[in-house]
């Protein structure tokens, strides 16, 4: 476990995923996900540390991957995220990714809690993105409901948790201290800007004491998302201030 946690994590204990899971609920193709394995590889060539796949892409596009990390994203619910950890095992991933909906009506933290413990009982760390009450409660997006929703995905089990920012790193760091486990957050809508897209990002990693981002939109549906990546890579690893991390992306 603790060796699998260092490889996703990287030497300076921050982690840059690239979220490339959505080929497993998207209604319609995408460039970047249509040329998959081309995305994979500007991306590893760009510094990215970890990538987020479905079990079937991650087992296809193994060479593209290289060393760098692999979480597959997982159905939390029984019988599929107990079978899908031995398929996790199998194909050699790092580490396996579940959603949880923290305070909604069906028993989605029982079901995180049975994946993690079948997770660790094989030493395969657990990534859980928790989104309390589900994606229609968008009045249970308050920093408050957001750092207990943390909070109860840790206590599942997670060994690490993927969230939503905030919006400030204040209360951010709140989430983060509550978590207790390390936290990442997720890169959201494609903004319109480089700036828009790496000042929060800078802001969360810098004062909100966030480890690392796990970003799928703002990298795949750019033109360029090797240079997306660099500049993601300048702020997590190399200390670079937004204005720099944009430089490093053109």
């Known amino acids: 476990m603790k060796r699998r946690m260092k490889q996703i994590f990287g030497a300076d204990g921050k982690m840059l995923m690239v979220a490339m ?3 497993a609920f998207l209604m319609e193709p995408v460039d970047g996900l249509v040329n998959y394995g081309e995305t994979v590889k500007a991306a590893v060539a760009a510094g990215a540390d970890a990538f987020l796949s ?3 892409s991650a087992g296809r596009y193994d060479e593209e991957f290289g060393r760098s990390s692999v979480v597959v994203s997982v159905d939390t619910r029984a019988p599929f995220g107990a079978e899908a950890v031995d398929r996790a095992l199998a194909i050699g991933a790092d580490g396996i990714k579940a959603m949880v909906y923290p305070f909604a009506d069906d028993d989605w933290v029982n079901q ?3 994946l993690a413990a079948k997770a660790s009982a094989v030493g395969l760390p657990y990534l859980a993105e928790p989104v309390p009450g589900g994606f229609s409660r968008q009045d249970m997006r308050t920093p408050e409901i957001i750092a207990a929703g943390a909070r109860v995905a840790a206590e599942t089990g997670a060994d690490m948790i993927k969230t939503f920012y905030t919006g400030d790193p204040k209360s951010m760091r709140k989430v983060v201290d509550y978590a ?6 997720l890169g959201g809508h494609a903004k319109d800007t480089l700036e828009e897209f790496y000042g929060p990002i800078w802001d969360a990693i810098n004062h909100g004491g966030v480890l690392g981002v796990a970003v799928g939109t703002n990298i795949w549906t750019a033109k360029n998302p090797g240079g997306v990546v660099k500049g993601l890579n300048a702020i997590l690893h190399e200390g670079a201030s937004v204005e720099q991390a944009v430089a490093a992306a053109k």
Do not use: R
């Not at 207790?180 to 957050?185: A, E, L, S, T």
């Open 21 to 23: 899971d959505h080929t």
């Open 54 to 56: 479905p079990i079937g």
């Open 112 to 114: 995180s809690a049975a």
């Open 180 to 185: 207790g486990v390390p936290v990442i957050i």
